[in-house]
Structures are given as C-alpha cells and as structure tokens.
C-alpha cells in the first residue's frame, strides 16, 4: 500500500517566512521543486534561495527547514489548486497546508473554488469527503469526473446471396471465350431469407466537467432498400423473397423476380421492352427497337440498331452491329462476341473478342481476346486497363484508347462544364434586366406594382443561379482534381499497336507512331512509359 506524499508547508516566525519539507513515506511521492515555485508564485514570494531548496529535495530523507525570506507573512489559510484536464474528461486538485493560525478549507470552500475554475458537472462527493477527513497534501485529489459518450455504431446489412458481379465467362483452350455457360445468376425461393439489417445505434452524448454535451462520433444509418416480389419482415429488419426467382442488388437496392423471356425476335410483334427484373431474348434485337430491364439482359442473337439498357450486366451470345445507331448500357458488365458502330457503356467491365469504330467505356477493365482480339478506330476508355491484341490497323485508322479515369467522371464533367456556360449565359441576362430596371428607377420613371413582383423574382431567380454556379464549379474542381491526381490505369498490347493510335493514360497523352509489339503503357509521372510484357 503506497504511503503519503511528501509536502511543504509555510512556517511564520519572528525572523521571517520558512518552508518546511516533509519527506514521503514509504511508496509515497517526493515533493517536486515545480510544485513549490508555483505555489510561491501565487503567495508573492519571487525572491528565495533556489538551489537551498533543490538540495533538500535532492535528499529528500529528512524533515528540512529553510528561511525564505526575512519578511513574516501574515497566517496563511489552507489553499487548493485546480486542474481540468485537457480533455475535460476529468478535474483534479492539489492541497497545500495553512501556516499556524491559518484556516482550514470547509466543503463550500472546495465547492466555489471549483466552480470558479470551470467545473460544472461531475463533482465527486466521496472525493471531497476523504480529502476533509484525511487531508493528504501535495496529492492529486480527482474531484469531479465527466460522463462519456457511449459510441454507437453503423446500421450494417447482410445479403444472404451472392453479390458478386465480377464473374467472367470461360476462356476455352483455342483462346475463344464461351458465351454459354455464364452462371451469373443468384436464384432464391419463395420465402428465401434474402438480407438481415443490424440496426444503427446512435450512441449516447455524455458531458465534460465544464458541463459541455459530448457528442457521440456519427453513425451512418441504412435501410433495406427493395423492389417488386420482396417482402420485410414485421421489425423491418430482414427482407424475403416473395416467389421463386433469382435475386440481384442494383444500386443498393434488393430485386427478386422471374426472368420476361422473348421467345424470338424483339421487333414489331413485341414493340418496346421495359421490365423490372431479368430479360432473356431466344432472337435478335431489330433496329429501332428498346431493351430496358432493371436486372439483366441476354440475347442470344444479334442486336442491331436498338438500344439496350441493363442494371445489372449485359450478355449477348454473338453481338452487336449498331449501324451507328445501336447503344449498350448497363450498370454492370458486358459481355459480347463483337462491337460494331455502336456505343456501349458499363459500370462494370467489357468483354469481347473485336471491336470496331465504336465508343466503347466501363468503370472496369475493357478486355478484347479471343482468337480476332482486335481494336479498329472508334474511342475505348476504360476506369482501370485495357486489354487488346491488336489496336489501329495498317491503314492508320485514329484509334482511341484510354485509361486511368471513371469515364463517368469524365462524363459528368464534360457536362457540368456545358451547364455552366448555359448558366452563366442565363445570369448575364437577368444582370441586364436587373441593370435595366434599376436605371429606370435612378431615373424616377415610374415602376407598376406587376413590374415591381418580376424584379422581386428576378432577384430571387438570380440569387439561385449563383448558387448552382458556386456549387457546379465546386463540383467541377473536385473532379479535375481527381482526374488529374489518379496516376493508375495500364493498356497492355498482346500483339501489335500500329501507327495512328492514341494512348492516354491519366490526362497524358502518347501517340503511336510506329509499331509496338508485345507491349503495356503506364504512366510514369508526366510521361507514359512502353513496358515490354
């Protein structure tokens, strides 16, 4: 058991004012010099033999007298230092003994000097007590103490399905992919425990010693987001399959349904396609016609000019011929034979065995094999790397190919920049009428009360431009920052890439002007370097 600090303590005789040193006791702590100065300080004692009284620290075994000053001091009371901690988590307290005749600290004594420092909550009773029973000096007294805040933690859902769309098809052994046997779907029966939703706990604030609310760190809260053929349970806390089916998360979002199949061609016998699940098509897709499911889309015939949009995965057992006019899209991968005049986005990745004067993008790789495996004109831009065999042709043909940003972001740029020329145009013109108006009234020509409504409006409407300019060039810094800090991104060249081919890796630009075999392109700082594979 640890014994009593040492202390010090004041003794007012004839001659002067002395300090008097008491050792610790066994497992006690000794007195520190630092202790001594400040309580000095506060009693107007500047001037005193310093190194007199590191010497009696320094042995620090025997009970030490030492004249500070020649001037006697007037009793002095029993006195109490504060201490809050940085915190606030807690506030401590030192006591220093009277002099003779000097008076003893009482609780509302203690009480005041506390709330002076700051103290308003927390105060420990019990602290307070054993300090006026025992009276231990030069000992840190913790006398109030906060309430922490009870931290909460993040609502979380667990799918009870595979969410996985990364998935690819099977490489044979000639080299040439099999569109077949994908087995990409999740199938679920009716009943089927689909997700379970653990949830948010906000915590609980708690209040420092200075009486200021701790706040709880913040939580994110979730729920479980579904659509058609899913039911939730009572509580809301997990989420069933209402019939047999398969099971997709899009977006966040839980769908169960029964695959819409097409037992032939999309065309004028079935007009447009909208459907919430899964879109299985036995033909083709006939130019001018729309495929638009919320799941997936397969076809396992050709599409021509039609435009399919997915917000899972696209799957075509032979391909695409657009005839500048066919559009693929979806939220996730695609997957084809061949691309030609066509424009295919995915949130995914892409992957063919050629493709020809398309506009080609995904958030994730682009690959291009098979046994043709070629790249000819058109633009591919890819989140994270392409992957051909041959790129451009011996004609020269312009071929894009480009990695290292989320064609979404560029996308979204391109298009707030045109939204802030349409808006900047629209304020120039309400500054004119504005202009206007106000030179008529400098003038003292007379405005009607319906004149007076439209300036009202004006101002207003004005006031909101600004606003939605300040925010879509915010908007647009941050993704020109992010374009232009992203240095990943790899386009690799199995074979050839032929003259007249632009690499562009993270905004840096490289043009192909002889032939590159057996290669991969990475950015290397404000260059793109040529990487043998």
Same mark, same amino acid.
């Given at each position: 058991?640890?014994?009593?600090?040492?202390?010090?303590?004041?003794?007012?005789?004839?001659?002067?004012?002395?300090?008097?040193?008491?050792?610790?006791?066994?497992g006690?702590?000794?007195?520190?010099?630092?202790?001594?100065?400040?309580?000095?300080i506060?009693?107007?004692?500047?001037?005193?033999?310093?190194?007199?009284?590191?010497?009696?620290?320094?042995?620090?075994?025997?009970?030490?007298?030492?004249?500070?000053?020649?001037?006697?001091?007037?009793?002095?009371?029993?006195?109490?230092?504060?201490?809050?901690?940085?915190?606030?988590?807690?506030a401590?307290?030192?006591?220093?003994?009277?002099?003779?005749?000097?008076?003893?600290?009482?609780?509302e004594?203690?009480?005041?000097?506390?709330?002076?420092?700051?103290?308003?909550?927390?105060?420990?009773?019990?602290a307070?007590?054993?300090?006026?029973?025992n009276?231990?000096?030069?000992?840190?007294?913790?006398?109030?103490?906060?309430?922490?805040?009870?931290?909460?933690?993040?609502?979380?859902?667990?799918?009870?399905?595979?969410? *996985?769309l990364?998935?690819?098809?099977?490489?044979?052994?000639?080299?040439?992919?099999?569109?077949?046997?994908?087995?990409?779907?999740?199938?679920?029966?009716?009943?089927?425990?689909?997700?379970?939703?653990?949830?948010?706990?906000?915590?609980?604030p708690?209040?420092d010693?200075?009486?200021?609310?701790?706040?709880?760190?913040?939580?994110?809260?979730?729920?479980?987001?579904?659509?058609?053929?899913?039911?939730?349970?009572e509580?809301?806390?997990?989420?069933?399959? %209402?019939?047999?089916?398969?099971?997709?998360?899009?977006?966040?979002?839980?769908?169960?349904?029964?695959?819409?199949?097409?037992?032939?061609?999309? *065309?004028?016998?079935?007009?447009?396609?909208?459907?919430?699940?899964?879109?299985?098509?036995?033909?083709?897709?006939?130019?001018?016609?729309?495929?638009?499911?919320?799941?997936?889309?397969?076809?396992?015939?050709?599409?021509e000019?039609?435009?399919?949009?997915?917000?899972?995965?696209?799957?075509?057992k032979?391909?695409?011929?657009?005839?500048n006019?066919?559009?693929?899209?979806?939220?996730g991968?695609?997957? =084809?034979?061949?691309?030609?005049?066509?424009?295919?986005?995915?949130?995914?990745?892409?992957?063919?065995?050629?493709?020809?004067?398309?506009?080609?993008?995904?958030?994730?790789?682009?690959?291009?094999g098979?046994?043709?495996?070629?790249?000819?004109?058109g633009?591919?831009?890819?989140?994270?790397?392409?992957?051909?065999?041959?790129?451009?042709?011996?004609?020269?043909?312009?071929?894009?190919?480009?990695?290292?940003?989320?064609?979404?972001?560029?996308?979204?740029?391109?298009?707030?920049?045109?939204?802030?020329?349409?808006?900047?145009?629209?304020?120039?013109?309400?500054?004119?009428?504005?202009?206007?108006?106000?030179?008529?009234?400098?003038?003292?020509?007379?405005?009607?009360?319906?004149?007076?409504?439209?300036?009202? %409006?004006i =101002?207003?409407?004005?006031?909101?431009?600004?606003?939605?300019?300040?925010?879509?060039?915010?908007?647009?810094?941050?993704?020109?920052?992010?374009?232009?800090?992203?240095?990943?991104?790899?386009?690799?060249?199995?074979?050839?890439?032929?003259?007249? =081919?632009?690499?562009?890796?993270?905004?840096?630009?490289y043009?192909?002007?002889?032939?590159?075999?057996?290669?991969?392109?990475?950015?290397?700082?404000?260059?793109?370097?040529?990487?043998?594979?």
């Amino acid at each position: 058991m640890n014994g009593k600090n040492g202390y010090f303590q004041l003794a007012i005789k004839t001659d002067g004012t002395y300090l008097k040193i008491f050792p610790a006791e066994a497992g006690g702590k000794s007195v520190l010099f630092e202790d001594i100065s400040t309580y000095l300080i506060d009693m107007k004692i500047y001037e005193y033999d310093k190194i007199a009284i590191s010497k009696a620290l320094a042995e620090g075994k025997k009970e030490t007298e030492l004249r500070l000053t020649t001037v006697a001091l007037s009793p002095v009371d029993e006195r109490i230092r504060v201490i809050i901690d940085d915190d606030r988590m807690a506030a401590k307290a030192r006591f220093y003994p009277p002099t003779e005749k000097g008076k003893l600290l009482t609780k509302e004594d203690i009480v005041n000097e506390l709330v002076r420092s700051g103290v308003k909550y927390g105060l420990d009773e019990f602290a307070i007590a054993d300090f006026l029973k025992n009276r231990q000096y030069c000992t840190d007294y913790i006398l109030a103490k906060a309430t922490p805040a009870v931290q909460g933690h993040d609502a979380v859902i667990t799918y009870h399905f595979n969410t *996985d769309l990364t998935l690819k098809p099977k490489t044979n052994e000639d080299g040439s992919v099999d569109f077949h046997k994908l087995d990409m779907i999740s199938h679920c029966r009716k009943n089927d425990l689909l997700a379970t939703l653990t949830p948010v706990d906000y915590g609980k604030p708690g209040i420092d010693v200075c009486g200021n609310v701790i706040q709880p760190a913040k939580v994110n809260n979730r729920t479980l987001r579904h659509g058609n053929k899913v039911y939730l349970s009572e509580d809301g806390l997990r989420l069933y399959s %209402q019939v047999d089916g398969h099971v997709t998360l899009t977006d966040g979002r839980v769908f169960v349904s029964d695959t819409y199949e097409v037992p032939a061609d999309v *065309d004028s016998s079935t007009g447009d396609i909208e459907y919430d699940g899964n879109v299985v098509i036995r033909g083709n897709v006939i130019t001018g016609f729309s495929v638009k499911a919320k799941g997936d889309i397969e076809v396992n015939g050709v599409v021509e000019g039609a435009y399919l949009e997915a917000g899972g995965q696209i799957v075509l057992k032979r391909g695409i011929q657009g005839m500048n006019k066919g559009v693929l899209r979806a939220n996730g991968n695609i997957i =084809t034979k061949f691309i030609e005049n066509s424009e295919v986005i995915a949130g995914g990745y892409i992957t063919t065995e050629s493709i020809l004067h398309s506009k080609v993008s995904a958030k994730g790789d682009i690959s291009v094999g098979g046994r043709r495996g070629f790249v000819t004109g058109g633009e591919i831009r890819s989140g994270t790397m392409i992957a051909v065999k041959t790129a451009g042709s011996h004609m020269g043909t312009i071929t894009l190919l480009e990695v290292g940003i989320d064609p979404r972001i560029s996308e979204e740029a391109r298009e707030l920049e045109k939204k802030l020329v349409s808006l900047t145009a629209e304020k120039e013109r309400m500054a004119l009428g504005l202009s206007n108006f106000r030179k008529k009234l400098t003038m003292g020509v007379p405005i009607t009360d319906e004149k007076r409504q439209f300036l009202k %409006q004006i =101002t207003q409407s004005n006031i909101i431009l600004e606003t939605q300019i300040r925010e879509a060039r915010k908007r647009l810094d941050e993704l020109r920052i992010e374009m232009s800090n992203n240095e990943s991104g790899m386009i690799k060249i199995s074979d050839v890439v032929y003259p007249g =081919t632009k690499m562009v890796i993270s905004n840096v630009v490289y043009y192909v002007r002889d032939e590159i075999h057996h290669s991969k392109f990475i950015r290397d700082q404000a260059d793109i370097k040529v990487v043998p594979l």
